[in-house]
């Protein structure tokens, strides 16, 4: 058995050609999308889909560009190739507060602040206090180490409360660890 031919190629005797053809050959054609078949044949439709659709993406982007047109884009932005301006339209009007500031002058024991209108409160314990102030209900209490529901929220000198989403100021109630202990207050109304 000769393995190389006089012109310098691979010689195969005809058992190891038939193997090398039975590997190579094409028995089975594409098959349908979604039809039987073989892997080879599976593979043939899916190189085929490609083919198309690739052959396809360029008449595609040509459109999506004569669609853009050049409009220039709003706010900062790059128009990108293909892009549309898009202009959000809303009747709603961003909301307008109105502020108003106050102090609550401290007490040892519970205290409600002023009768004032409010969506949102913030109450800040003065820098200077020498105590812990307490931000609580009608019925607030210190904190003093028992397990209570009374107990208001404490803060040391400089601390605050969040935004609170309170109708009016006069739902909170102020008690102090000494009667200097001042807050002051922000209402949005």
């Given at each position: 058995?000769?393995?190389v031919?006089v012109?310098?190629?691979?010689?195969?005797?005809?058992?190891v050609?038939?193997v090398?053809?039975?590997?190579?050959?094409?028995?089975?054609?594409?098959?349908?999308?979604?039809?039987?078949?073989?892997?080879?044949a599976?593979?043939?439709r899916?190189?085929?889909?490609?083919?198309?659709l690739?052959?396809?993406?360029?008449?595609?982007?040509?459109?999506?560009?004569?669609?853009?047109?050049?409009t220039?884009?709003a706010?900062?932005?790059t128009?990108?190739s293909?892009s549309?301006?898009?202009?959000?339209?809303?009747?709603?009007?961003?909301?307008?507060?109105?502020?108003?500031v106050?102090?609550?002058a401290?007490?040892?024991?519970?205290?409600?602040?002023?009768?004032?209108?409010?969506?949102?409160?913030?109450v800040?314990?003065?820098?200077?206090?020498?105590?812990?102030?307490y931000?609580?209900?009608s019925?607030?209490?210190?904190?003093?180490?028992?397990?209570?529901?009374?107990?208001g929220?404490?803060?040391v000198?400089?601390?605050?409360?969040?935004?609170?989403?309170?109708s009016?100021?006069?739902?909170?109630?102020?008690?102090?660890?000494?009667?200097?202990?001042?807050?002051?207050?922000?209402?949005?109304?």
């Amino acid at each position: 058995m000769a393995l190389v031919n006089v012109f310098g190629a691979i010689a195969l005797d005809a058992s190891v050609q038939s193997v090398v053809t039975e590997i190579g050959a094409i028995a089975d054609a594409s098959v349908a999308a979604g039809a039987t078949g073989s892997v080879n044949a599976k593979l043939r439709r899916l190189t085929t889909d490609l083919s198309t659709l690739l052959s396809q993406t360029d008449g595609i982007e040509a459109s999506l560009t004569s669609i853009d047109g050049g409009t220039p884009a709003a706010l900062g932005q790059t128009t990108m190739s293909a892009s549309q301006p898009v202009t959000l339209a809303s009747d709603q009007a961003p909301p307008a507060f109105t502020l108003v500031v106050g102090e609550r002058a401290g007490a040892a024991s519970a205290t409600q602040f002023a009768s004032q209108a409010a969506k949102w409160v913030r109450v800040k314990a003065e820098y200077d206090n020498l105590g812990r102030v307490y931000i609580g209900v009608s019925s607030v209490t210190k904190a003093d180490g028992t397990t209570d529901t009374t107990s208001g929220w404490q803060l040391v000198a400089g601390d605050e409360t969040p935004w609170l989403p309170l109708s009016n100021l006069n739902q909170l109630y102020l008690i102090c660890d000494n009667v200097g202990d001042d807050v002051t207050y922000m209402c949005l109304t």
